[in-house]
């Protein structure tokens, strides 16, 4: 693939651990850090932080500071971040609907590779 392949820069963006549940969170429309971070369990604060201004760099994510006293932040998904949303919706269904055999095929797998063959040596 060519070095600025919009692929390659997509997956990029979207194939860490983040990104795609936070998108989906968004797709509902603006939410605060907070409500973010409690949604997206097992998430540091520090790479929400991170997650968040990537997309936000990428044109996905916007960042609206309220004037007012606590300061109030909200996250909000742009034209460009929604048109992701389906997508990413659509992947989060495959997912969901074969996880399970995904699982055991690994499963499978893993054990056939742990046994060595006949004459030679494992895997």
Not at 1 to 14: A, F, G, K, N
Not at 39 to 44: D, L, R, V
Not at 90 to 114: I, P, T
């Amino acid at each position: 693939m060519r070095e600025h392949c919009p692929l390659r820069d997509t997956l990029d963006r979207i194939g860490d651990r983040w990104t795609v549940i936070v998108v989906v969170l968004l797709r509902g429309g603006p939410r605060r850090f907070s409500d973010l971070q409690r949604a997206t369990e097992g998430i540091s604060r520090r790479m929400l932080t991170h997650t968040l201004r990537n997309l936000e760099r990428d044109g996905l994510v916007t960042r609206t500071v309220h004037p007012c006293v606590p300061p109030r932040v909200d996250y909000a998904l742009t034209d460009e971040g929604h048109s992701l949303t389906g997508p990413l919706t659509g992947l989060l269904h495959w997912s969901m609907r074969h996880h399970d055999h995904v699982r055991s095929s690994r499963q499978a797998y893993d054990s056939s590779r742990q046994e060595p063959e006949a004459g030679g040596p494992p895997g």
